[in-house]
């Protein structure tokens, strides 16, 4: 029995704008839109960069919510579907099932139009066929609608019209690398993350979004003789396999810092990987840089520092999806978290381990920083003189960070031996 996807939505007024009106006056998106949408557009998968997934729209209140209704249902091809559509002026693009795109009129569901590819055939022996392609969304720069397919292109689409701009072949679906994530464009770049079998498609990249052509590409794991290669032991490169298969990353634009998991290794047990279960470290660095944050400058790919929130995984426990972004005033409890910058006023005397292996904050820069939600370590604030401002320990203190100080950054990492696992100054 064919299944046919159903897709529903219920919105609000303030979505609402009259379909001529889309397609004759099409605002190309810019940066700025991209760092400070309008309440009434959802521009990429989480709406901002710093991924909180918050409309400011008030229309639906504790009042209201009651009131909501069905507001129009569109049946879909059948297949996998697992998309979270992009809205911008009254316009709503969306993933459809088999691998398309479509561009719906957002307040009753009636199609602008409509991409379909036909892909190779020989692609359902090495990645599946189309219907069971699990992309997580769209992205959209200036007039141009950005699809991830699974034949291994990014597509660049024109917005209005949905015909091809550009594509850009980035991965070998016969390397069983797939697209199951969602494009993120950020400062003229669109980063994207993948599935992999291999080193070779273990990789984030980042493409010029007027020409498709590559700018970047950090891969996921440590190869030998890299920094961070040693984790590995003995494991041929090729074997070392670590994906960024869920939803993108965030993005700190006073930083210039993309911010980026990286999921569990590949094979899941440490057994498998290196052949004994005491085949690698139980604590950081281990099988870097998998089950990480990454924290990655955005116009070079280069790696600024990573905390490792799980080494030598033994359990398929990834640590992936969006790395959500705060920023606060923070005075901790000197009782509640085990070492603190002595630096900060008020706070109560560090280890000289703690003392000795710290940057001097500046006085002048505000006690406030962005944090990849669920992570330990802060990154630093926004002079490069400030520093990590507190901290509690991970499993067996096995956290491992890099800040970078003053510019140029090789990642360290910390061990437990009965000291803080701060990270070294960058040189």
Known sequence: MVRASLFAVALVSML??????????????????????SPDDWLMLNRTYDEQRFSPLREINRDTVAGLQLAWARGMAAGTNETIPIVYQGIMYVVSPGA???????????????????????????????TAARQKGLAIFEDMIFFESPDGFLVALDARTGKVRWETKVQDYKELTQHTSAPLVVEGKVITG???????????AAHDARTGKEVWKFYNTAAPGEPGGDTWGNVPAEQRVASSWGLPGSYD?????????????????RLKRHGSAEGTAQTA??????NSTLALDIETGQLKWYYQHLPGDDWDLDHIHE???????VSPDPGAV?????????????????????????????????????????????RRETA?????????????????????????????????????RSK
């Open 16 to 37: 609402a704008t009259p379909l001529g009106a889309q397609t004759a006056d099409f605002r190309p998106v810019t940066r700025e839109m991209l760092a400070n949408p």
């Open 100 to 130: 398309g795109v479509l561009a719906l009129d957002a307040t009753n569901g009636d199609l602008i139009w409509d991409y379909s590819r036909e892909y190779p055939k020989e692609m359902t022996d090495f990645i599946g066929a189309p």
């Open 194 to 204: 993948r599935t992999c079998e291999t080193r070779a498609g273990c990789f984030i």
């Open 253 to 269: 634009p006073q930083r210039k810092t993309l911010y980026w998991a990286v999921a569990n290794p590949k094979p899941y047990t």
């Open 285 to 290: 660095p281990a099988d870097l840089y998998s």
């Open 323 to 329: 790395r959500t972004l705060l920023r606060t005033a």
């Open 338 to 382: 085990k070492w603190i910058n002595p630096n900060i006023v008020g706070a109560r005397a560090a280890p000289s381990c703690v003392r000795d292996r710290i940057l001097r904050p500046s006085r002048r820069s505000p006690r406030s920083t962005s944090r990849p939600a669920g992570s330990r370590a802060f990154t630093p604030s926004r």
């Open 388 to 424: 990590r401002l507190w901290s509690r320990p991970a499993i067996s203190c096995s956290g491992a960070i890099s800040i970078a100080g003053s510019g140029r950054s090789t990642p360290t990492a910390g061990r437990f031996s009965g000291r803080p696992c701060l990270a070294e």
